[in-house]
Structures are given as structure tokens and as C-alpha cells.
């Protein structure tokens, strides 16, 4: 069973809580920071060449942007809740109260009973029917209590290099028709199998299963706000409705539909 919350009010914010589950992600991404506890079961991190367990009572926080995978050991099930923060409102939040305070560039691991508490708490909240305000309040005292932020470093986003910054522009610039490996090769006076292995680096995927990845972050953006999924498959460039469901659900594990109606 896996069910997910956020609110048009408090639009900084998604959650999602997720019991007895075995499916399994996809290598991807998030725009957000991004923080996970697993309640039971066991779950294999894994970021680029860096892989860990995570046990129960264990958070993972991954920075914006650095691709890993969250799935469960092998014919086991686990149970594990995911808070998306936009960077943005945790930077504003996190200044107010100490501007030399500066958010990690790496995922990191925690293995803290009190955090964990702490978090289980915040997330009983945002689901509860208790008013918007108080759960931006919840939020802002838990940011705020850093200890979210105390834990063992497990992997970087290495520094983008310009021409790796440029494909990734030139990428989402023609989300429906997209430039071929060739043609990026050749606007960037490298081979394709330069240009793989450089893209890899900086991003931790290929070109195309990156923007794959981006275009299920802006279907979410999409879907929070109501959209039609025939229509949004057709405008993120999909060959299909059939297909958009089956990349969405590899990089959410939950079919856009049950992701529009939370």
C-alpha cells in the first residue's frame, strides 16, 4: 500500500508513506531534497559506485539532482515514508536562522533514534487533517532542529562541466523531440562514446534515461496540478499514454493516476 500527500496551500511540500512494499525503482533523480525513513524491512541504497543498507529507524537525505535507487533486499518487503522539500523554502528557512548554515551537496545517512522520531512525528502530521499553518509550522521546527542534517556522508554530485551543463539545456529544450546521441556528439565535437561516459559521470545516467528522469519530475509538477494524462504523455513527449505509465511507475512505483488522486 503506498499513499502520498501535499496540498496546493503548501506547495513546497510532498509526502509519501509506503507499507509492505517490494516494488523496486528505477535509477533517478529529484528537484527536491529529498528525505527518507524506512519503518521496517531493509532497503539497499544505492548512489553511483556508493551502496548501503538501510535498517529500520535509519533516514537517507538526498541533495537535488544526485540519481540513486531505494529498493528492497531480495524477496523481502519494507515499509518507508519520503518528504520532498523544495531547496528553495528549506534555503530560506535554514537562513533565517543561521545564514552560515549552507544545505550538503552529498547524501548522507542517519542513524539517530531522536531524528528518526522526529521525522515520524512531522509526517504523522502533514497526513493528519490538522490546519495548513500547523503544518508549516511542524516543517519549519523540524528544518530548523537540524538534526536532519547530522549524519554519515555517502555520495557527492560532482561539479557539472560546461559542456555537460549545455546537453542538459539542449535536452530539455525539445522534451518532444529530442536531438539524437549523434547530433549531441557532434555539437559538442565528441564521440558518442565520450559523450556517454561524460554525461554518466556528471549525472550518474545516459543522456536519454536522463531526460526520461526529467520528464517524470515535471509530470509530477504536472500531476499535483490536475492534468490530463493522455494530454501530458502527448506534451512531454511519450510515444504514448501507454508508455508514459510504465516509465512513471519504474521511477515512482505508483501509476500517474494514483499519484494525481492522493
Known sequence: MSEFWYDSALPFVESRRASNSRACYRAHSHSTLSIGAVDAGLSHFQCGNVAATLRPGSLVIVPPALVHACNPAPNVSWSYQMLHLKPSWVAAVTAEIDPQLNLRSSAFISRSKVTYQHFCQLNAQLFSAI??????????????????????????????????????????????????LTELAQECGLSRY?????????????????????????????????????????????????????????HVAATPGRYRHP
Not at 536532519?148 to 522534451?175: E, F, H, I, N
Not at 556528471?202 to 528522469?213: E, M, N, Q, V
Not at 494530454?231 to 516509465?247: E, I, K, N, S, Y
Open 131 to 180: 490546519a495548513n499553518a500547523d503544518k508549516e509550522a511542524a516543517l519549519i521546527e523540524f528544518i530548523g532542529q537540524h538534526l536532519w542534517a547530522d549524519g554519515q556522508p555517502v555520495a557527492c554530485q560532482p561539479s557539472p562541466r560546461p559542456s555537460m551543463t549545455y546537453l542538459k539545456t539542449r535536452l530539455l529544450s525539445a522534451l518532444d523531440t529530442p536531438p539524437s
Open 194 to 250: 565520450q559523450l556517454i561516459r561524460l554525461f554518466r559521470r556528471d549525472t550518474g545516467l545516459t543522456p536519454h534515461a536522463w531526460l526520461l528522469d526529467q520528464r517524470i519530475q515535471q509530470a509530477r509538477d504536472h500531476l499535483r496540478q490536475g492534468a490530463d494524462l493522455a494530454t501530458l504523455a502527448q506534451d512531454l513527449g511519450f510515444a504514448d499514454q501507454g508508455h508514459f505509465q510504465r516509465v512513471f511507475k519504474a
